[in-house]
C-alpha cells in the first residue's frame, strides 16, 4: 500500500500531542493550587481552553488524514 500521509496530517497530530501535555500539565497544577487566588481561575480557564484546543486540532488531523486517503484511493483507481 502506498504512503497516503502527508507532513499535514503530522503536523496536525504532532500540535495535538503538544498542546494535550500542556493542558495536563496545566491541569496538575491547577489541582495544586488554591481555591481562592486569581492564579487559580486564570489556570483553570487555560486548562480548558486548551483542552478544547486539543480536541480540535485532533479532529481536524483526523479530517486531513480522511481527505489525504480518500485522496490517494482516488488516484490510485485512475
Excluded: K, P
Excluded at 500539565?25 to 480548558?48: D, K, M, N, P, Q
Excluded at 481527505?67 to 483507481?77: F, I, K, L, N, V
Amino acid at each position: 500500500m502506498a504512503h497516503t500521509y502527508t507532513r499535514t496530517t503530522y503536523v496536525w497530530f504532532v500540535a495535538a500531542g503538544i498542546t494535550g501535555i500542556v493542558s495536563g500539565f496545566l491541569h496538575i497544577v491547577r489541582s495544586h493550587l488554591t481555591a481562592g487566588g486569581t492564579e487559580s481561575v486564570v489556570v483553570t480557564v487555560l486548562a480548558f481552553g486548551l483542552t478544547a484546543v486539543t480536541a480540535v486540532l485532533i479532529f481536524r488531523g483526523i479530517m486531513v488524514a480522511a481527505y489525504e486517503q480518500d485522496h490517494a484511493s482516488r488516484r490510485g483507481r485512475q
